[in-house]
């Protein structure tokens, strides 16, 4: 049976590589030679794992504890617990064992721009999962509008999942299937949020008019509504005036589409959101304009989430007037990476809770894919790397510099995620009843990136050549150990999909808001009408 079993994954691989999907980089031996029960996980197998002598983090408090798992499951977190011997030890002494990273925001196999993204649910995953994140949330994107149809293609693309993964929902046209099928994801297929691209003319962006009615829509499922906040027609306008002055390179990127314009849209979309009264999630908060518009939302009372995303918090515009293509390119994302000044303030609002979760908009193309827009900027396809590194670069940037505490780390790359999306304390907890998702990180060790041993299968990495403090040595997903000793034990097709049931905390209080709203009203009044 053991030996069916790893023809059967053999040749699952030799036929996955001779599409050409595998690279050279460490991920995947894929599980070959490593027995069934270490390969990845499968809700059949048992299994029996012991974290010994930790500091155990959680976004609420930390501790020095074991930890126990059976069957993919917490069962235990206390200090000194005893086992037989068939439960592997893992010593985490020293070292920190907290949730597995959630990632809020990736796309992976995803057709953009006249070409799809490079990294797919197996290499994407096999990425996060050696970086320390254990689930992440992809976007769905509607096929000629259909969410029906585009859920079903991306549940195609997953199944070469190795970890947890969830959906969002883009939303791309509006009529009444539409509003029809947005009940139907949330109530049987587990999908609780729908994104609105405010940006892309001609491709995914929608209207002020339609936006209205999809928020409408949201609230009345439980649904989180979530924008991509930039004023594309502005966007449209900007990009003809860089051509006209020549400018058609990467920097014409950036010139073309300035932090105004994602500070009015944001603008727009909050004010739009509390006219509904429903939250609202801002997706890559890039500058300081619209993390601005967000901090005043939040002050008012207002149920607004502010995502940043790795490249927004670390990096900043200079790469994208690099003289070599292939370099500049590869800094092309939307909203554009901002000048020095955005990221430190969008790292102190995070520091503050401003902003609340931080995401990667991992989105790869590698440079052939990226030289479609060599004559010029607005081909070049919108996206950078991120899932394998977020962890990485937000513990060395936010808690090295001592911006937050090591408990803040868990509730900005794990927990609120977890929260808002409604799967909390399943995921995003290290407590008994947990999933166990669950990393080792070495706070004393140290991470280095190199586009040439990332995991992704991009040839490029916008963060190549940094260093830091901090390092993921085991990364453990549904109880299976996956990444230890700088080795990847990952197998197609063993990943979860984690429905996201409606309702969050974010709508607490939504329905006694509108019912005082209504009261307020004085209206209408009852008139008489005196002749004259
Ligand atoms: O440049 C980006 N962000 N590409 C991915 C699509 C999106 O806007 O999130
Ligand atoms: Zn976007
Ligand atoms: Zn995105």
Known sequence: MAHFLTYLLLSFLIIYDSLGLSQSNQFCDAGVGYPESTCGFSSSSSSKLLIKGGTVLNAHQQEVADVYVEDGIIVAVKPNIKVDEDVTLLDATGKYV????IDPHTHLAMEFMGTETIDDFFSGQAAALAGGTTMHIDFVIPVNGSLVTGFEAYKKKAKKSCMNYGFHMAITKWDESVSREMEIMVKEKGINSFKFFMAYKGSLMISDELLLQGLERCKSLG????????????????????????ITGPEGHALSRPPVLEGEATARAI???????????VVHVMSIDAMEEIARARKSGQKVIGEPVVSGLVLNDSGLWDPDFVTA????????????????????ALSTGVLQLVGTDHCTFNSTQKAFGIDDFRKIPNGVNGIEERMHLVWDTMVESGQIS??????????E????????????????GSDADIIIFNPNSSFEISASMHHSRTDTNVYDGRKGKGKVEVTIVGGRVVWQDNELKVVPGSGK????????YLFNG??????????SLQAPVKRYFTAS
């Open 223 to 246: 649904a989180l509504a979530m924008v991509h906040a930039e004023n594309g027609d502005a966007v449209f306008e900007g990009q003809k005036r860089m051509i006209d002055l020549g």
């Open 406 to 415: 090591v408990t803040d780390f868990v509730r900005i790359t794990s927990t």
């Open 510 to 519: 939504i329905d006694k808001a509108d019912a005082k709203y209504l009261s």
């Open 271 to 281: 004010r739009l959101a509390k006219f509904v009264n429903t939250p609202l999630y």
């Open 98 to 101: 907290m949730p597995g990273g």
């Open 329 to 348: 390119a590869k800094y092309v994302m939307s909203p554009p990476i901002r000048e020095s000044g955005h990221d430190k303030a969008l790292q102190a």
């Open 497 to 504: 999909y984690i429905e996201m049931p409606p309702f969050s």
């Open 417 to 432: 995620c977890a929260r808002i999306f409604n799967i909390y304390p399943r995921k995003g907890a290290i407590l008994v």
